[in-house]
Nanobody, 115 residues
Framework: QEQLVESGGGLVQAGGPLRLSCVAS????????MGWYRQAPGKQRELVAH???????NYADSVKGRFTISVDNAKNAVYLQMNSLRPEDTAVYYC?????????WGQGTQVTVSS
C-alpha cells in the first residue's frame, strides 16, 4: 500500500507564489511517474504537471512558465512551485504516483487565489 501526504496549500493573493509538497510512504526510486492534478468546483480533475521515471516533465498549457515540478528521491517527495498565481488556479490539488500498474492519490490540498 502507498500513502501520499500533501502540504502547502492555502490562501494567496493573485500574483503570489505557493509551494506544494507531497511525501510518499515508500521510495520513489522505482516509480513510473509522479505529479499533480487539480479539480476546481464543478469541473473535472485535470493534469497540472507530471514527471516520469526518465525525468521528462509535462505541464498543462495553462500553467506553463508559471509552475515547476520537481522530485527529490532522497526525501521521497515531489514539489510543485506555483508562481504568478491567478484566481482560476483555485482548486483542490492532488498528488499522484504511479507504481507499476497502480495509481495512488493524496487526500488533496486546497489552493485559493484571491483577486
Amino acid at each position: 500500500q502507498e500513502q501520499l501526504v500533501e502540504s502547502g496549500g492555502g490562501l494567496v493573493q493573485a500574483g503570489g507564489p505557493l509551494r506544494l509538497s507531497c511525501v510518499a510512504s515508500r521510495s520513489t526510486l522505482s516509480i513510473n511517474a509522479m505529479g499533480w492534478y487539480r479539480q476546481a468546483p464543478g469541473k473535472q480533475r485535470e493534469l497540472v504537471a507530471h514527471n516520469n521515471s526518465g525525468g521528462r516533465t509535462n505541464y498543462a498549457d495553462s500553467v506553463k512558465g508559471r509552475f515547476t515540478i520537481s522530485v527529490d528521491n532522497a526525501k521521497n517527495a515531489v514539489y510543485l512551485q506555483m508562481n504568478s498565481l491567478r484566481p482560476e488556479d483555485t482548486a483542490v490539488y492532488y498528488c499522484y504516483l504511479r507504481r507499476g500498474v497502480h495509481d495512488y492519490w493524496g487526500q488533496g490540498t486546497q489552493v485559493t487565489v484571491s483577486s
